[in-house]
Nanobody
Framework: QVQLAESGGGSVHPGGSLKLSCAAS????????IGWFRQAPGKEREGISY????????FYSDSVKGRFTVSRRNAENTAWLQLDSLKPEDTGVYYC??????????????????WGHGTMVTVSE
């Protein structure tokens, strides 16, 4: 089992950047696929990025592709999500999630067994 804790959220102006961290406690971090989700005010949670455990393949939603970058370092039990060129519509609570089992559809919440509590990102003038 793994516990996840996000950090790094905050308030920025449009065009700004943030780097979110997802720290995992427990063992065998390298055996988990990691997903990033966000929930905007009044909206459902959506999958925005995914990093496989083995091949290092990454996926992004169309809404963040080219602006966000996901990474991980298994030796540090940490994953990151770099947020660049932020827009007001990026405002929301950002979550990292982990799955021990192989994921078929990375942006489905139900595919992940473990979740952090989230970190808030606010983009405004």
């Amino acid at each position: 089992q793994v516990q996840l804790a996000e950090s790094g959220g905050g308030s920025v102006h449009p065009g700004g950047s943030l780097k979110l961290s997802c720290a995992a406690s427990g063992s065998n971090f390298e055996t988990y696929d990691i997903g990033w989700f966000r929930q905007a005010p009044g909206k459902e949670r959506e999958g925005i990025s995914y990093f496989t455990r083995s091949s290092g393949t990454t996926f992004y939603s169309d809404s963040v592709k080219g602006r966000f970058t996901v990474s991980r370092r298994n030796a540090e039990n940490t994953a990151w999500l770099q947020l660049d060129s932020l827009k007001p519509e990026d405002t929301g609570v950002y979550y990292c999630a982990a799955s021990r089992t192989r994921i078929a559809t990375w942006y489905w919440e139900s595919q992940y067994e473990f979740w952090g509590h989230g970190t808030m990102v606010t983009v405004s003038e």
